[in-house]
């Protein structure tokens, strides 16, 4: 069982340069999410999308932009990467937007900005 | 905006013992949800409790929720070497889930 699929597991960035995070759900789910988790900081929501052809911003969009290819990829791509954007990044999903509904979770990028 | 907090942030037990972690939160929620993150690795959903409940049990986890103290525990009895990893609560206020920093669990053999 695939589950949710992040690529690249690693990157490493120099500031102002720009890349695309891949996301894919084999679980049917509606709604996908993208987060950032920093030391001391839990997870943040940066985008979620509630169902295909839907975006929505989170707690911290801030120099982040995300596309709902299908309803099994979303992505995250970075247009100018800055130092403040190195975290860990995980992308989740679920059957529905809301709390009753456990979301799955991805291993996460780990991504360096220097 | 509103977010779970985990106290303690870190906790130490040994093999057998029971671990008990809190989480405090804000305002009212629908529901609140627990996780467990290993080393290296995403979150997995471990329980979900509603509002309306105060206690639900799932295995060796039991977890308790006072809406009049916005306030949830995890219990993890008999733990295991296997049980190390960070847990997390996660609360709902307008469909989406707010997590909070998480407690560090270390089992030692």
């Known amino acids: 069982n695939a589950g949710v699929t992040q690529t690249p597991k690693f990157q490493v960035l120099k500031t102002g340069q720009s890349m695309t995070l891949q996301c894919a759900q084999d679980m049917n789910h509606n709604s996908m999410y993208w987060y950032r988790q920093d030391p001391g900081m839990g997870l943040r929501l940066i985008y979620y999308?509630?169902?295909?052809?839907?975006?929505d911003k989170g707690e911290v969009p801030n120099g982040y932009n995300v596309s709902r290819l299908n309803k099994r990829e979303f992505s995250l791509r970075l247009e100018s990467a800055a130092p403040s954007q190195t975290s860990v990044y995980f992308c989740?999903?679920?059957?529905?937007?809301?709390?009753?509904?456990?979301?799955?979770f991805g291993d996460g990028t780990r991504l360096s900005i220097l | 905006s509103q977010q779970g907090e985990e106290d303690p942030q870190a906790l130490s037990i040994q093999e057998g013992e029971n671990a008990t972690m809190n989480c405090s939160y804000k305002t009212s929620i629908n529901n609140l949800q627990w996780y467990r993150q290993n080393s290296g690795r995403g979150l997995v959903h471990l329980i979900l409790i509603r509002s309306n409940e105060r206690e639900k049990h799932s295995g060796r986890l039991r977890v308790t929720l006072d809406t009049s103290k916005k306030s949830s525990s995890l219990l993890i009895t008999a733990s295991r070497a296997a049980d190390t990893a960070s847990y997390f609560c996660?609360?709902?206020?307008?469909?989406?889930?707010?997590f909070g920093t998480g407690t560090r669990l270390q089992v030692f053999p």
């Open positions: 989740a999903s679920s059957e529905a937007l809301g709390g009753r509904q456990p979301q799955h």
């Open positions: 999308s509630a169902s295909e052809g839907t975006t």
């Open positions: 996660a609360t709902d206020h307008t469909d989406k889930l707010i």
